[in-house]
């Protein structure tokens, strides 16, 4: 019997497991990460959307960059770093709508701190693409850097006005998670294969949703719901406005597994202050801000969700009927379906004008219209298509 398995991992081994765990099929960018915590430059920008990876990996590369050890994942240092509560690792999320002037004083304020515990500190900053005109502010802030302070910024993308600040930094790319690797990791983590592609593919590339998904047994529910809204459309506005409030009935129930875990993680927030013998440790506030905007993209990327696979009927209905000849059946109508007749003049362009409205609405969810408003608009829209 060989040593290794008498001893259990060794210290060179636990690190790949445990910094970068929560972080899903971009290995390209840990292994990137990795390398530059061995000797790091002062400044950082991972860019990707929420859920492909760029936050949780700014934890592991926070804590690679303070543990005394190189980030060994087991160590005082790296636990609280990883639990967002070591004070030399920190997050600077904007207070308003966008990044603006005051929150990048204040990260300027907080660079110039020496480091409270070690040698350096590593000042994570959310949603750098919302600080448009603060990109002035930023830049001179990054371009007198302290040699103390590692800035990690963390963007969805990198619009014009900030190509400079991205300048900068180094930059790390974070793809949207392929949904092959999202499949195979939730089959890894025990999800019976066949809920993990439907899961995989209701993520839209986010681990972070792929996870609550998989633990959430309505979400096959809330798919059938959305697929079944085109039989139930009659062009009224009482029909209309029930289905919406249905919709958003079950949009709620969906957050459920969500509001459950950040309820946890406050309430172990609120432990280790009692342990402490604190009343509230510092960073709770922006945790409870940070759980809030989750909890909004998760209601808007649950619609989104929903709109797709509504997209989807009518593309599938598309593509059936311009695969029939004049008032000919389908092939998928045929025989089976007896409650869908033969193809209707004008049916494959009612089929088309649905899409567009659905993804129309889409595009509204997206700049946050009024959730109850846009989906009765849209149904009452798609309901008198066929009229
Ligand atoms: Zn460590």
């Not at 802030?141 to 014009?160: I, Y």
């Not at 997209?311 to 311009?322: I, K, N, P, S």
């Amino acid at each position: 019997m060989s040593d290794a398995v008498a001893r259990g991992p060794s210290d060179n081994e636990r690190p790949a497991a445990s910094l970068f765990a929560d972080v899903v099929g971009q290995e390209r960018a840990v292994g990137a990460l990795r390398a530059a915590a061995q000797r790091p430059v002062h400044a950082y920008l991972l860019v990707g959307q929420p859920g492909s990876g760029p936050r949780a990996a700014a934890r592991g590369f926070a804590a690679a960059l303070l543990c005394p050890d190189g980030g060994c994942g087991v160590c005082d240092v790296c636990r609280r770093v990883l639990a967002g509560i070591h004070p030399d690792h920190v997050l600077v999320e904007r207070t308003g709508a966008a990044l603006d002037v005051d929150d990048a004083r204040r990260l300027g304020a907080l660079a110039l701190r020496r480091p409270i515990e070690g040698s350096r500190q590593v000042l994570v900053v959310g949603d750098l693409h919302l600080a448009l005109l603060s990109a002035p502010a930023l830049l001179k802030t990054l371009e007198e850097p302290p040699p103390s302070t590692v800035f990690v910024l963390l963007a969805d993308d990198v619009p014009p006005d900030l190509v400079t600040v991205a300048s900068r930094c180094v930059e790390v790319p974070f793809p949207p998670v392929p949904t092959a690797a999202i499949e195979a990791w939730l089959i890894g983590r025990g999800v019976d294969p066949s809920r993990a592609r439907l899961v995989a593919e209701g993520a839209g590339g986010d681990v972070e949703r792929a996870r609550l998904l998989a633990e959430d047994p309505a979400f096959s529910e809330r798919l059938a719901l959305w697929r079944s809204i085109p039989s139930r459309l009659d062009g009224h506005g009482a029909v209309s406005g029930a289905l919406a409030r249905e919709v958003l009935r079950a949009t709620d129930t969906a957050l459920a597994p969500l509001r459950a875990e950040h309820e946890s993680e406050i309430r172990m927030l609120d432990e280790d202050a009692t342990a402490m013998g604190e009343r509230r440790l510092p960073g709770r506030k922006d945790v409870l801000d940070r759980q809030h905007r989750e909890e909004r993209r998760w209601r808007t990327e649950e619609l989104r969700t929903g709109l797709g696979v509504l997209a989807r009927v009518y593309r599938d209905r598309l593509a059936d009927a311009v695969a029939t000849p004049p008032g000919g059946v389908p092939p998928s109508r045929a025989g089976t379906s007896p409650g869908v007749g033969p193809l209707r003049p004008g049916e494959a362009k009612g089929y088309e004008a649905a899409v567009a409205l659905v993804g129309d609405a889409a595009a509204g969810l997206r700049r946050h219209a009024q959730e109850t408003l846009l989906l009765e608009a849209l149904f009452v829209r798609l309901g008198r298509l066929g009229d």
